[in-house]
């Protein structure tokens, strides 16, 4: 019989506790020095998870998704198996888009399952008509590549060489998915070793009694942020995605919450249906859990530790149909733009009610860099980098340049960029003036200008061309994202921030521009002298620091002209008048099929008004 959790020895519990955390981290660490696409191994682009047998999540990052594969599969679960998929519409959302590889491994002992290891990370081509799989133009999931059902990749410990052929013979770049696929069996391998040790040590009773005790006590911890820190009252908030890569956009992205004790309700309804271009977001109602509580934790108390626990507290509405839970076979592949955006609008929904406690918005999305084609030795090569943007101005500071919204993320270094692909970067920096102005100002956008070496394609991912991150409490917005191509010939040719299969040629080169963040309270509260360093490092011009910021700076020296200064903004307080909460700028103007929606039910309105 268990122990009860309530008597479960602490120190024992605190051993467990973080021999957990380090198996998450060593899962991490055998998948990135394991994997081989630059996605992996350097930016890091796969999530692990250690849980209960029924599929809870005791350590991770996504949230669990085992409790759903667990109720459809009717195959049998045995020692040595090991589970393989990709299709978002067989796992409801648990992965967002093919391109992420699941693997779900049970774990045995004694002859009795007593959890599971888990992680996906994102597979650099898995076939379609585009190198990549991440077509801009997409109109259904069937023109994305290809999608795997939940299968067994191992079956009791024997390879299934056909499942793997099958899928191997689909992508463009058979070696890099292979070895990163067995980095991710490796990666669950090392959980089931990591587990087995601790039942072996304590026990396989006592191992579960401590998994019931720490979901338990993350449970309790995040009933008392709910009571504090979510308002009773309604309130709502929402931000757009630009556009679906189609020419149909803005589409509105609309939350509401509320609390009814310690149960925190979040309710979509509102948010725009799903759009014909691949931008929807299949939204597992456990994932969106789990994000709301990484936001509530990582803002009001960061030692909570990450788990499945406190799911009962939340209460999700996703209308079927909207942008977040789109109906089969809508495309999904350019998902991180909703993803991402969908951070902003919940910061922003819990901004009305503690605006102080809460930041501004951020880049907003998840950009990409694609180029493919032949290097000079008649190999293919496919490239895929994720870039970042400002991160938003926060209680706690300035938000910072050119960094990822995902918090293990990293960039992949220049010297692999230019060693293993046909390009040189020519400039990799922090742009200036992008953030948004405030006490605590927004984190600037990145300016990253490669040159090409070789013929090919390049594709765009990207948000934030058209609308602003906003800021808060008198905080300014951030600036937009930008993309140009310059032909070899000077010839230079916007581009639009999703698009796919440009042709290019050696010798053109790529400036790629993403969004600043949003900045955080009255920018002219800010210490000139803070102002005047950022002038001196580059992060903010003469212009910006005396438009935005009233700090008067000499144009050579940079030297404070405090007269000026407090002159300056004794007169910009009195021009301006009061400040809302939120500082947007203009909503995107309505286009394609949005548009005509719009047109139509204003008819409607006028009709009835006659």
Request: proline letters at 7%; aromatic letters at 10%.
């Amino acid at each position: 019989m268990a122990p009860k959790t309530s008597e479960l020895d602490k120190i024992t519990l605190d051993i467990i506790e973080n021999a957990l955390r380090n198996t998450r981290n060593e899962m991490d660490a055998v998948l990135f020095r394991s994997a081989m696409s630059p996605v992996i191994r350097e930016q890091h682009d796969g999530f692990p998870m250690v849980c209960t047998p029924d599929g809870r999540m005791v350590v991770g990052q996504f949230g669990s998704y085992i409790s759903g594969f667990i109720v459809a599969w009717k195959r049998g679960i045995n020692e040595g198996d090991v589970f393989l998929m990709s299709d978002p519409y067989k796992c409801k959302g648990a992965i967002s888009h093919i391109n992420d590889w699941m693997v779900l491994l049970p774990i045995f002992y004694q002859g009795e399952m007593v959890g599971w290891g888990s992680q996906f990370g994102h597979t650099v081509d898995i076939g379609g008509p585009v190198s990549g799989s991440l077509p801009t133009n997409a109109t259904s999931i069937f023109g994305e590549g290809t999608r795997i059902p939940p299968v067994k990749l191992f079956d009791r410990g024997k390879l299934n060489e056909d499942v793997l052929d099958m899928i191997m013979t689909n992508s463009r770049v058979p070696t890099m998915n292979y070895f990163d696929l067995m980095a991710i069996v490796a990666a669950c391998r090392t959980a089931e070793r990591r587990v087995k040790e601790l039942c072996d040590r304590f026990g396989m009773q006592t191992y579960h009694a401590a998994c019931d005790a720490l979901l338990e006590r993350t449970y309790r911890a995040m009933s008392q942020l709910i009571v504090n820190n979510l308002p009773e009252a309604k309130v709502s908030f929402e931000d757009y995605v630009d556009d679906d890569g189609r020419g149909n956009g803005p589409y509105k992205m609309r939350l509401t919450i509320w609390r009814e004790g310690d149960h925190g309700h979040f309710d979509w309804t509102g948010t725009d249906p799903q759009a014909p271009g691949p931008i929807n977001f299949y939204l597992n109602e456990e994932m969106f859990k789990m994000f709301i509580g990484v936001y509530l934790i990582m803002v009001f108390d960061p030692q909570i530790l990450f788990n499945d626990g406190f799911y009962p507290l939340l209460k999700v509405t996703l209308p079927e149909g909207s942008l977040l839970q789109p109906r089969f076979p809508a495309a999904l592949g350019c998902r991180t733009h909703a993803l991402t955006r969908l951070f902003d609008v919940l910061g922003g929904a819990l901004g009305r009610q503690a605006p102080d406690l809460s930041t501004a918005a951020g880049y907003g999305t998840s950009p990409y860099f694609l180029y493919n084609g032949y290097d000079e030795n008649g190999d293919f090569f496919h490239l895929m980098e994720i870039t970042y943007g400002g991160i938003p101005g926060r209680p706690v500071g300035d938000g910072m340049d050119g960094h990822s919204w995902w918090p293990l993320f990293e960039n992949i270094p220049t010297e692999y960029l230019e060693s293993y692909y046909p390009l040189t970067v020519e400039r990799y920096s922090s742009l200036i003036d992008s953030g948004g102005a405030g006490l605590h100002r927004g984190g600037n956008g990145i300016e990253k200008v490669y040159r090409l070496h070789v013929p090919g394609e390049i594709a765009i991912h990207d948000d934030r061309e058209r609308s602003k991150p906003w800021g808060i409490m008198a905080g300014l917005p951030g600036e937009c994202s930008s993309k140009t191509l310059i032909r070899r010939d000077g010839e230079e040719v916007p581009l639009p921030s999703k698009i796919s299969e440009i042709p290019v040629e050696a010798g053109d080169r790529v400036i790629y521009r993403t969004a600043g963040g949003g900045g955080w309270k009255d920018p002219l509260d800010r210490p000139p002298e803070r102002v005047q360093k950022d002038v001196i490092r580059k992060l903010v011009s003469l212009e910006k620091a005396r438009r935005d910021y009233g700090v008067v700076l000499h144009p050579k020296t940079f030297a404070i002209n405090l007269a000026e200064t407090d002159k300056l903004r004794t007169r910009m307080r009195e021009e301006r008048g009061p400040v809302p909460t939120f500082t947007f700028g203009p909503v995107p103007e309505a286009i394609g099929v949005v548009r005509d929606l719009k047109e139509k039910a204003a008819g409607k309105s006028g009709m009835a008004a006659e």
